[in-house]
């Protein structure tokens, strides 16, 4: 085998396998598992995407956060009860989505007994992480 081949195709999986290993699955005890699927520059300077699949466990909430930047979310199985502040709760289905501004708190709550599945999209600051508790 060609050696640059070699060290180009070796460069690669290591960088894959170091992309796995630093974070892709964003587990938490309360029940919430984000698992990154991808990740990339946008042509906002000092910004990234980051696309995840979520679930959220039967009966389980997603904590009081926000995030960095604007989270672009698409229920794709179950309903989740989106708690906003400043908002009244609302339940939004499998096949619709909603979008939460750049630091604003908000929570999900799962009152179903099935997981929720949903695709996230945020568009974040680099550098910063993905999610930050809040009181």
Do not use: C, W
């Not at 085998?1 to 290591?14: V, Y």
């Not at 229920?75 to 989740?80: H, K, P, W, Y």
């Not at 708690?83 to 709550?109: L, M, N």
């Not at 099935?114 to 809040?134: D, N, Q, S, W």
């Amino acid at each position: 085998m060609n050696t640059k081949l070699h060290t180009g195709l070796t460069r690669l999986a290591l960088a894959s396998a170091l992309l796995l290993a630093a974070g892709a699955v964003h587990a938490q005890a309360n029940g919430l598992t984000r698992t990154i699927v991808g990740r990339a520059d946008v042509s906002v300077p000092g910004r990234e995407a980051i696309v995840a699949r979520v679930e959220i466990a039967a009966g389980a909430r997603a904590a009081r956060h926000t995030h960095p930047g604007d989270e672009i979310s698409y229920v794709a199985e179950g309903e989740v009860e989106l708690i906003v502040d400043g908002q009244p709760p609302r339940i939004v289905k499998a096949g619709e989505s909603f979008v939460v501004p750049a630091g604003t708190v908000h929570e999900a709550h799962n009152p179903g007994s099935a997981p929720v599945k949903l695709v996230g999209v945020y568009v974040l600051e680099k550098g910063k992480p993905l999610a930050t508790p809040a009181p």
